[in-house]
T-cell receptor, first 109, second 113 residues
């Protein structure tokens, strides 16, 4: 499957601050998906990006797909304790997902 | 959204025994389901694609004789871990797509003693 690199692996954030997690591929992606996995839980679909340069927002979450469709980012503003978990990007190929390593987010109150 | 269930949620077994995990799509039909494995603090790795009415497709490095997959109906896929060993201890998660979204089951945590 397509290899997707994701950084940082861990993100310790002060409540109220912003952070970004990045996803990169050496090949052009047809689309990229983002998932959130809470501790002890299963991945939950957040969004899919398909178009070059696409930007989508979900409340405090902003997702971007690069112009070359080789990278993507998730930016969270005003982090809350409910944002704790691991965020994965995943490249989809015929519905088969290749996951990035994930960014595990912890929040300091 | 669509719902995918898994059973059991947790299983502890002795080394050498076989364990069957069920994955069900509760409110939609899934001709294709996917099985992933997740080791602690690691990402999800696709093991195989389960195809209704035909043989599963396994990813490179996954032993088909050890991880038996059966997809006998449009709502059920099963994964049997045969002759389980401690290194098979992991979190096994299935998924199915509904539209453009993938829906994951709650996962099965397998511990092999």
């Amino acid at each position: 499957g397509q290899q997707v690199m994701q950084i940082p692996q861990y993100q310790h954030v002060q409540e109220g601050e912003d952070f970004t997690t990045y996803c990169n591929s050496s090949t052009t992606l047809s689309n990229i998906q983002w998932y959130k996995q809470r501790p002890g839980g299963h991945p939950v679909f957040l969004i899919q990006l398909v178009k070059s340069g696409e930007v989508k927002k979900q409340k405090r979450l902003t997702f971007q797909f690069g112009e070359a469709k080789k990278n993507s980012s998730l930016h969270i503003t005003a982090t809350q304790t409910t944002d704790v978990g691991t965020y994965f990007c995943a490249a989809s190929n015929d519905y088969k997902l290749s996951f990035g390593a994930g960014t595990t987010v912890t929040v300091r109150a | 959204g669509a719902v995918v269930s898994q059973h059991p949620s947790r299983v502890i077994c002795k080394s050498g025994t076989s364990v069957k995990i069920e994955c069900r799509s509760l409110d939609f039909q899934a001709t294709t389901m996917f099985w992933y494995r997740q080791f602690p603090k690691q990402s999800l790795m696709l093991m195989a694609t389960s195809n209704e009415g035909s043989k599963a497709t396994y990813e490179q490095g996954v032993e088909k004789d050890k991880f038996l997959i059966n997809h006998a109906s449009l709502t059920l896929s099963t994964l049997t871990v045969t002759s389980a060993h401690p290194e098979d201890s992991s979190f096994y998660i299935c998924s199915a797509n509904w539209g453009s979204e993938q829906f994951f089951g709650p996962g099965t945590r397998l511990t092999v003693l």
